[in-house]
């Protein structure tokens, strides 16, 4: 019996049609409302939910007001953006990195360079908070076809933030909704919707440390998972370095510097590590924490909320008391004694900072009286067995580094501060790890190009047992406004060499 | 043959649009409904503080 025989055809048939008589009008509105959408310019923009992840998203684009010109697009607005002017035979140099790249005074860096050189020079800062190596190998491939001199890149705090926010991108494309999504934004009509429904936008510059990856999203991250991330950052420097060979631009790869008296962020345990001996220590570890003895105890904060912050350094409600005295904390020796102002003004220091400041003073300068030895005495014997069953415990790595630090014993506390950044599993602040990618890229290239400026080296070797932090720094890596104009000062001896004509 | 083309014609189709309105019509509800319900789920999504043009 063939198919046209079949007594069911007829029926079969009707329904088909049926069906499509059915859709018919909602693919004729589908059409309608398509060129509606068009008419009315609505759906025009697809939104990148990837933060600017994918190498399509347009980092920069012809500046509108200015012919041969660029603008940035870092905001989604003008506000803030940066704009780069037509080439000039001016020699040009462009900065890329991160929040600390951002704040550089790169116009005090301008005319260090042009004094130095005797010649006019073009500096353009291309640095965005958040950004990590990640996005910023996608804009500096982007940055090529503006045309440079030399390219600096200082990169590396912001590898997790990176991280999070990839998860954050991962976990929200996960179901049926966001696969379904990623088809139907082919149709405006669906891209209007989803702009009809899209939250406001904030007004102001938006801040992307808002959105900062709850540390949730790290409670699963082993520090395998650590280690490939730092990979990631080795791959995305090495891809930094390709564009730049290729485009024939010098490039300067420095080395980062974070705060080492800031706590580590995350902590997980090792592969394979019994589950009840884990929460058996980190219980034991919880009660060292709370038992330790001032000042030791009040200077570990570890909590999201009792962590130092950019605002604690920024909004006094009502002005000093008289006759206050500026903490001393890790003055730099002699010949570096001019590095002792790299403060703020404390007019602006909260209560919060400066209680924080002078825990840390004490503990750095104040006698360590019997009952405290005794106790911390202890709390190093306990939190050395821990280390004997986890090694890689970043947090009891951190404690016991204050506690010799509260015992002067400068090379013991520089060791365990130094562990405890290199096994934080999700580190907000740089640390050895990344800065030995940076110095291995670097040589690897030497010949292609390629230059180290080692900052980490030099400002270590400024401060006592090579360890430094809120005397720079209002967090984990942010360092006062004073201290990026000495870094700045430190980078222009090392760019003029490279630039002398 | 002669059926589907009968079945085919405009006046059939119009005839269909007149005699079965709930049909139709439920079928621009869902697909519009989905379309909708689609993208305020996903429009719910944290986004980036920033968007860029692709």
């Known amino acids: 019996m063939t198919p046209q025989d079949s007594p069911r055809r007829p029926a079969a048939a009707r329904f088909l049609v049926g069906v499509l008589y059915a859709a018919i009008p909602t693919a004729l509105a589908l059409t309608a409302t398509e060129l509606g959408t068009k008419a009315l310019h609505l759906g025009v923009r697809q939104v990148d939910e990837t933060r600017g992840f994918d190498p399509r998203a347009q980092y920069l684009l012809p500046d509108s007001q200015v012919p041969g010109g660029f603008v940035t697009q870092f905001y989604d607005g003008d506000d803030g953006e940066t704009h780069i002017l037509p080439r000039s035979d001016n020699p040009r140099v462009m900065l890329f990195g991160g929040s600390n790249v951002q704040g550089f005074p790169e116009e005090h860096l301008e005319q260090l360079l042009e004094r130095d050189l005797g010649l006019d020079l073009e500096i353009n800062n291309l640095g965005r908070e958040g950004y990590g190596s990640g996005r910023v190998s996608i804009l500096f491939e982007q940055s090529m076809e503006l045309g440079m001199d030399l390219a600096v890149v200082y990169a590396g705090h912001n590898e997790f933030v990176e991280a999070g926010f990839r998860q954050e991108v991962q976990a929200s494309r996960e179901g049926f909704a966001a696969t379904a999504a990623e088809t139907l934004r082919g149709l405006r009509t669906f891209r209007a919707l989803e702009q009809h429904f899209a939250p406001p936008e904030q007004s102001g510059p938006p801040s992307p440390e808002a959105f900062e990856a709850d540390d949730a999203v790290f409670r699963q991250f082993r520090y395998s998972d650590t280690l490939a991330q730092l990979e990631q950052f080795e791959s995305n420097l090495e891809r930094i370095v390709v564009k730049a060979r290729e485009a024939g631009v010098p490039l300067v790869l420095v080395t980062t510097i974070g705060n080492y008296f800031s706590a580590p962020q995350s902590w997980t345990p090792p592969a394979d590590f019994d589950p009840a001996l884990w929460a058996k220590l980190e219980q034991r570890l919880r009660m060292l924490y709370e038992s330790l003895p001032d000042p030791v105890g009040a200077a570990i904060r570890v909590e999201p909320e009792r962590r130092l912050r950019r605002n604690d350094w920024l909004d006094r409600p009502d002005p000093l008391a008289p006759g206050f005295e500026l903490p001393r904390l890790r003055t730099s020796p002699a010949p570096h004694t001019e590095l002792a102002p790299y403060w703020r003004r404390p007019e602006t220091w909260t209560e919060r900072g400066i209680q924080h400041m002078r825990r840390l003073d004490s503990l750095l300068h104040d006698e360590v009286l019997a009952p405290e030895r005794a106790a911390l005495e202890q709390a190093s014997g306990e939190l050395q067995q821990l280390l004997d069953l986890v090694p890689d415990h970043p947090l009891a790595h951190y404690m016991l580094g204050l506690i010799q630090l509260r015992f002067g014993r400068e090379p013991q506390a520089y060791e365990h501060l130094h562990q405890a950044a290199i096994y934080d599993r999700a580190p907000r602040k740089t640390s050895t790890l990344h800065n030995d990618i940076v110095r291995r890229l670097a040589q690897r290239h030497a010949a292609e190009g390629v230059h180290l400026v080692d900052l980490e080296t030099q400002w270590q070797a400024r401060y006592p047992g090579g360890l430094f932090g809120f005397e720079v720094m209002w967090d984990s890596c942010h360092m006062h406004p004073q201290a990026r104009r000495r870094l700045v000062e430190d980078l222009a001896p090392p760019l003029t060499a490279l630039l002398r004509p | ?54």
């Open chain 2, 1 to 54: 043959m002669r059926t589907e083309q009968q079945l085919l014609s405009l006046g059939s189709f119009l005839s269909f649009l007149r005699e079965r309105p709930l049909l139709w019509l439920g079928v621009l509800f869902i697909v519009y409904g989905t379309l909708a319900w689609l993208a305020r789920t996903v429009s719910a999504v944290p986004e980036s503080p920033f968007q860029y043009r692709l």
